[in-house]
């Protein structure tokens, strides 16, 4: 079936440092990638998304890429804060449909 | 504005027991998701409502599980009988459409089958 593979499980960085998270998705149809932050015990809420018309995407210390061609996109971080302390899941969808979620990447931040 | 309402928060039944979680979208979202989040992974589609009509039920154990949406508001995810792998948080999500938009997500039902 289709799958979302999610990159590393964990990630510890030192603060001000910055954090990459990379996705693989393998349905061709899927056009819009969404990114969540789920704190502990919280839901998961966005923090950003891109389209597939889109390469890049940036929103203040986040930013997103899309290379369509090997179906692989990417979270950002730079100058990481503690605050940025969460699990992070990429996510794929065809126009909003059938969205499937990578297993999660743990972000430890060390301040 | 009023986010996702989930009840119950927490749930603990025995296997082959009945439950049912309920779940309230923010207003005026037209499309609902039920998710099944097992600890330490993401979570996964298990049915996608627009309005009162079913856009994606293909991860839905249907020979277990049930939900339904009437009226196109409140929904209702039903497990009969229950199984110990059926122990994870149930998220509830809303969307304004079924396009490409942001799913808020509702704090989730825990549910423990002993």
Redesign the interface.
């Known amino acids: 079936g289709e799958n979302?593979e999610?990159h590393p499980s964990t990630l510890s960085v030192q603060e001000g440092d910055s954090a990459v998270i990379k996705c693989t998705y393998s349905d061709s149809a899927s056009?819009?990638f969404?990114w969540y932050k789920q704190e502990l015990g919280?839901?998961?809420?966005?923090i950003i998304?891109i389209?597939s018309n889109v390469g890049e995407k940036k929103d203040q210390r986040i930013a997103v890429t899309l290379n369509k061609t090997a179906k692989h996109f990417s979270l950002h971080i730079t100058e990481t804060q503690p605050e940025d302390s969460a699990v992070y899941?990429c996510?794929a969808?065809e126009?909003?449909?059938?969205?499937?979620?990578?297993?999660?990447t743990r972000l430890f931040v060390k301040a | 504005e009023a986010g996702v309402a989930q009840s119950p928060r927490y749930k603990i039944i025995e296997k082959r027991q009945s439950v049912a979680f309920w779940c309230n979208p923010i207003s005026g979202h037209a499309t609902l998701y039920w998710y099944q989040q097992i600890l330490g992974q993401g979570p996964k589609l298990l049915i996608q409502f627009q309005n009162n009509g079913v856009v994606d039920d293909s991860q839905l154990p249907k020979d277990r599980f049930s939900a339904e949406r009437l009226k196109g508001v409140d929904s209702t995810l039903k497990i009969q009988p229950a199984k110990l792998e059926d122990s994870a948080v149930y998220l509830c999500a809303s969307s304004l459409g079924t396009g490409e938009n942001e799913q808020f997500f509702g704090p989730g039902t825990r549910l423990t089958v002993l």
């Open positions: 979302v999610q056009n819009y969404p919280k839901r998961p809420q966005l998304d389209r899941f996510a969808s126009g909003g449909f059938k969205t499937i979620f990578g297993a999660g």
